[in-house]
């Protein structure tokens, strides 16, 4: 399920709530109880980063197809 984040229009707090689609009516204000609130734009960390310390096929370090033939580096960990 996605995690969205809001902002109430009565109190201004910001949270997350999970939901199982874009559809679903957006949850209460977990502060205050307001139903006047807010989707915001939400960023994510990538995890192809060289300092992550996991395998990347952009860097060279896992061939293309090692995990669909079953021998996932990241499976080991």
Avoid: H, I, W
């Amino acid at each position: 399920m996605p995690l969205y984040e809001y902002e109430c229009a009565g109190c201004g707090r910001r949270f997350e709530a999970l939901a199982r689609n874009a559809s679903d009516a957006p949850p209460a204000c977990p502060s205050c109880g307001a139903r006047r609130v807010r989707k915001q734009f939400s960023s994510f960390a990538p995890m192809d980063r060289p300092d992550a310390g996991l395998p990347s096929c952009a860097s060279g370090s896992c061939s293309t197809g090692m995990c669909g033939g079953g021998s996932c580096p990241l499976g080991e960990r």
